[in-house]
């Protein structure tokens, strides 16, 4: 017995008291959209801008495993980015506030205030502004997947937020409304139906006190952005399952892990709206698991 407690203590003597500090990949990711700095990209020029959110020009660009790039883009009056075409990324646009042009192969497209679609891979495409004012786009950029199987390119469907109606989705609070604007390809229950690994690009609109109750998705990664109103988003849980609580505002966008709790509770007060713009894409599990 003796001799196997100084051996033990000889292994102790090797061992430092205290670990230094590790530091590992977070769950999720907060950003302050306001606070944030253009980056250049293959597409910016001096008059189209990009400030990267998540993804790539972001200080931690590896965390997401589908996404690459979530981002805003300002393009200048009178301005034009250059042209892209992507063998195996997806996009996706938002049109914030102004109009831009849209270049989608050998056509041209106008998009207008809260006009949304989607460039599917291999399509050549450019944005430009003919117009006096900025305009002001989210850009997502997700991965296709080298397993799938690519479909001709489909026309371009250029769709408004004005045009659909909300609707409650199963499984949520009736105090959260949808609109479900991009989903995938062979579905019908999306405006656009049309993409590969993304799995919802969506708007929701809570009542004053709505809750999207605190979930988690075992196969998928998912962004907020709250675009107007104040709460708390649910992000993440301690061993006690308590879920971790954080204030957030207009501006701010939340990145999500596979498999981390996700979740936002309205402001409790008379009148309090918020809107949440919101996109979910799939990740390929691992062929090993270890």
């Not at 966008?253 to 936002?264: D, I």
Request: hydrophobic share 40%; charged share 20%; net charge negative.
């Amino acid at each position: 017995m003796r001799k196997l407690l100084l051996a033990f203590l000889a292994l102790a003597s090797l061992t430092p008291a205290q670990d230094a500090p590790r530091k590992i990949e977070p769950t999720w990711l907060r950003r302050d959209v306001a606070a944030l700095q253009e980056q250049a990209t293959d597409i910016t020029t001096p008059t189209c801008h990009y400030t990267p959110v998540f993804g790539e020009g972001d200080s931690e660009s590896t965390l997401p495993q589908t996404f690459t790039r979530f981002g805003v883009l300002t393009i200048d009056a009178n301005g034009a980015c250059k042209p892209a075409t992507y063998p195996r990324l997806e996009e996706l646009y938002f049109v914030r506030d102004g109009a831009a042009s849209l270049q989608y192969a050998d056509e041209t497209h106008a998009l207008a205030a809260e006009d949304f679609t989607y460039i599917p891979p291999t399509i050549a495409h450019t944005l430009s502004n003919p117009n006096a004012q900025p305009v002001h786009l989210i850009l997502i950029t997700s991965k296709v997947s080298p397993k799938t199987t690519l479909a001709p390119a489909p026309k371009l469907t250029v769709a408004n937020l004005r045009e659909l109606n909300e609707q409650v989705v199963g499984g949520h609070p009736t105090s959260v409304l949808y609109k479900l604007m991009i989903g995938p390809r062979g579905t019908k229950r999306d405006r656009i139906n049309a993409t590969y690994g993304i799995a919802d690009f969506f708007l929701m609109d809570f009542a004053p006190a709505g809750t999207n109750f605190p979930h988690h998705h075992e196969n998928a990664e998912e962004i907020y952005l709250v675009l107007d109103g104040e709460g708390q988003m649910s992000a993440g849980s301690g061993m006690d399952g308590i879920q971790g609580l954080h204030p957030a505002k207009a501006g701010d966008a939340y990145y999500f892990r596979v498999n981390c709790t996700v979740g936002f509770y309205n402001a409790d007060k008379p009148s309090a709206k918020a809107h949440i713009l919101a996109v979910r894409a799939y990740v390929d599990y691992p062929k090993n698991w270890d």
